[in-house]
């Protein structure tokens, strides 16, 4: 079954330091997300990508966050200046364009 | 802004029986819901969806069910299995071009066996 791939895991950081999460999209998908979920709270919405272009993002996906496809098969997430809240657990999804996407099994970023 | 809520943190179940996972929306304009089971460290799997316009889906052992005049949705699981045990997460999606999802905030399922 197809699958949305994140790389890494689990990725420490320094506080101040950029980090770039990576994700592999399912081939034929179209809309890109991502999500994030700080420990014990809910998923929350970042960002939505289509056509090479963010569709919509929230208030959380303030300027120290980009989001780019740079290659056609890859979707990535930066954040410039890494800050301790923003630990959490990041997830990829895609999707075609219906109500359900599939999400990948996240990246665990720590912020020290 | 909580617009989806799981007011139960969490349940326990016997195996073989019913479980009852809720929640509760505030948006009219949601036109789809979704039920989304997370392991931990793994991402949100989906389960199972339901649109504005019908009031119960069935799949398998689940079932979920909408009252749109309560705002309210549940998902049945019947009978109960051990792997069922996870988190268990509402969502609820904006029509449109984005698709965005709004998530409770989940129910962890324990099922006894």
Not at chain 1, 62 to 81: A, C, H, M, W, Y
Not at chain 1, 87 to 102: I, K, L, P
Not at chain 2, 85 to 92: E, I, L, N, Q
């Given at each position: 079954?197809p699958e949305v ?21 399912i081939?034929?998908h ?63 999804a895609s999707g075609?364009?219906?109500?359900g996407y599939t999400f990948g ?8 | ?45 989906f ?67």
């Amino acid at each position: 079954e197809p699958e949305v791939t994140q790389t890494p895991s689990h990725q420490v950081t320094q506080m101040g330091q950029e980090v770039i999460l990576r994700c592999v999209p399912i081939s034929n998908h179209l809309y890109f997300y991502w999500y994030r979920q700080i420990l014990g709270q809910k998923v929350e919405f970042l960002v939505s990508f289509y056509n090479n272009e963010i569709s919509e993002k929230s208030e959380i996906f303030d300027d120290q966050f980009s989001v780019e496809r740079p290659d056609g098969s890859n979707f990535t997430l930066k954040i410039r200046s890494t800050k301790l809240e923003d630990s959490a657990m990041y997830f990829c999804a895609s999707g075609t364009g219906s109500y359900g996407y599939t999400f990948g099994s996240g990246t665990r970023l720590t912020v020290v | 802004d909580q617009q989806v809520k799981q007011n139960s943190p969490s349940l326990s179940v016997q195996e073989g029986r019913i479980s009852i996972l809720n929640c509760d929306y505030t948006n009219s304009m949601f036109d789809y819901f979704l039920w989304y089971k997370k392991y931990p460290a793994e991402g949100p799997t989906f389960l199972i969806s339901i649109s504005s316009i019908k009031d119960k889906n069935e799949d398998g052992r689940f079932t979920v069910f909408l009252n749109k005049s309560a705002k309210h949705l549940s998902l049945h699981i019947v009978p109960s299995q051990p792997g069922d045990s996870a988190v268990y997460f509402c969502a609820a999606r904006y029509g449109g071009a984005t698709n965005k999802l709004i998530f409770g905030t989940g129910t962890l399922l324990a099922v006894q066996p």
